[in-house]
Structures are given as structure tokens and as C-alpha cells.
């Protein structure tokens, strides 16, 4: 089996966009589900309902896979599970070290939806001499004093931030430094990289305070009630001439969807990733 270090996706040199390689999980997860129920095959708009998109722009992100379903069956459940693993790499074995094992840290360790999707926790790693050799899902976590021979030994190239933000861009730069290429960041900070370093950002407190804005609009629409539309209109329709300068019907306000954003870079459609697999 090969490893992360001996091959890179050919995502881009292929031209597939970045809002597409976004949306492939959302894909690969719901066509997961019909496999384990047996499903063998999905028409379009039942994929694209499951993934929460629109079925013209699914079709659209299958057909930079070269797949464009039977007309009147739809698509092979188990050829576009395959099809879309081999894409985004995960039939190959992704070893990935875990760098702070606080209780996030050791959530992320102990989820078990990593070794399934093609990533293997190759070590788990932290600065605190408390917590070495103390096994976690497992894993005997590891000092920091040795990360560097940790990624050379495991050929690693993600590396997974989960310490405080004051420590997260010192632990970047060694992860960088010792050969990795890719980040998942959980710290609340922005990490600065080179070029050729893919980061991705996961910040729980801005999903939740975007979450928290919603509602605010949403508690904002409920409180301009229809009786109040009614009793302005009909005031204004009192007072002389103002027929003509009359406001129109209040409508509710639809709050803009929030754009997600990747080390202050935005995709093209402002897709979003998951947060986490399920």
C-alpha cells in the first residue's frame, strides 16, 4: 500500500475546481450511507438532496470525474464510492500526527472515523512531560522533543494543530520545517506558511458565534409581526398624500449565507466544508 509521502492527488493538474474537491466529502458520505444499506444505484437529485446541493451542480462536479450516470437508472453507488476515494486519495494510507492532547486533541484521537476514510494516527504529541508515555485511544503520546524524527520515521505529511493558539505557529513552522504539507488546524489563530503548505482551518467558536447571528436575525423577523405591518400601512394610508410616498410591504430580511474561510482564502463558490466526517 502506498504511502501519503509517495503520491500527491491529481486533483488540480486535472483541473477539477477547489469548491468541487470541497464538495467530493459531502458526496463520498452520502453515497457511504446508501452503500451500507445496499442502495446499488442513486439518481441525481437523490445524491444531490442527501449532500445538500442543487442536482445541476452535482452533475457538474461529477463530470470532472468523467462520470455521468445512465439516463433513467442514475448513478453506480459502488463505483462512485471508489471513484471519488481514489479522487480525494483515501485508498491509499495517510499517516497523520496529532500535535496537542488536551481534551480536543484527545476527541480527535479517539475518533474512529479516521482509519476508515484512509488516515492513520502515526503518533500523537505533546509538550507537557505529564502526558508522555500516556496512552491515548491506544497511542502512547510522545514529547515534542521528538516530533521531527517522529514525521521522518512515519512519513508523514498532515499534521493535525490542536494546542493552544500561542503555541500553534512555532509547532507549524516545525511541522513545515520537518517535512509536512498539510495542516488541519483546530487552534484559534491564523497560521502563516510558505507556498506549497494546503492549510485548513476548523474554529468551533466562529461556527458558533455565525450560528449565533442567524438567530439573532431570525429572533429580529419574528418581532415585526404581520398586525404591525398592517396598522403602519393603514397610517400611512391616512395621512394626505401619502399615497404616493407610501413604503412598500415590509418583507422578512433573509440573512446572506456566511462565507466559510480557509487561512483567509474563500473558494470560488464559498463552499464550506465539513467540519468533521461523520
Not at 15 to 21: D, H, L, S
Not at 157 to 184: E, H, N, W, Y
Not at 225 to 241: F, H, I, L, N, W
Request: with cysteine; charged share 20%; net charge negative.
Amino acid at each position: 500500500m502506498a504511502t501519503g509521502r509517495t503520491h500527491r492527488p491529481a486533483t488540480r493538474s486535472r483541473g477539477i475546481p477547489e469548491a468541487t474537491v470541497a464538495r467530493l466529502p459531502l458526496y463520498l458520505r452520502a453515497l457511504t450511507a446508501l452503500s451500507e444499506r445496499s442502495v446499488p444505484t442513486v439518481s441525481s437529485e437523490e445524491l444531490a438532496a442527501a449532500a445538500g446541493v442543487n442536482s445541476a451542480k452535482l452533475r457538474k462536479d461529477f463530470s470532472y470525474l468523467g462520470s455521468y450516470g445512465t439516463r433513467g437508472v442514475g448513478y453506480d453507488v459502488e463505483y462512485l464510492v471508489y471513484q471519488i476515494s481514489r479522487e480525494l486519495g483515501l485508498t491509499q494510507d495517510w499517516p497523520v500526527v496529532i500535535v496537542g492532547i488536551g481534551n480536543l486533541g484527545a476527541a480527535l484521537a479517539n475518533y474512529g472515523g479516521f482509519a476508515s476514510r484512509g488516515f492513520r494516527v502515526a503518533a500523537l504529541i505533546d509538550a507537557d512531560p505529564a502526558m508522555t508515555g500516556k496512552p491515548v485511544a491506544g497511542i502512547a503520546v510522545q514529547h515534542t522533543d521528538e516530533l521531527e524524527k517522529i514525521i521522518t520515521d512515519n512519513g508523514v505529511s498532515i499534521g493535525v494543530i490542536a494546542t493552544p493558539a500561542g503555541a500553534a505557529q512555532q509547532v507549524c513552522d516545525r511541522l513545515v520545517a520537518a517535512g509536512v504539507t498539510s495542516i488541519l488546524n483546530f487552534a484559534p489563530t491564523v497560521l502563516s506558511v510558505p507556498d506549497g503548505v494546503d492549510v485548513r482551518k476548523v474554529d468551533l467558536s466562529i461556527e458558533l458565534q455565525i450560528l449565533a447571528f442567524h438567530e439573532q436575525r431570525k429572533a429580529g423577523e419574528e418581532t415585526v409581526a404581520p398586525d404591525e405591518v398592517a396598522s403602519a400601512q393603514a397610517a400611512a394610508q391616512d395621512t394626505p398624500g401619502a399615497a404616493a410616498a407610501a413604503p412598500a410591504p415590509l418583507a422578512p430580511h433573509r440573512a446572506a449565507p456566511a462565507a466559510g474561510t480557509d487561512n483567509g482564502r474563500q473558494g470560488p463558490d464559498g463552499d464550506v466544508p465539513a467540519v468533521m466526517p461523520a
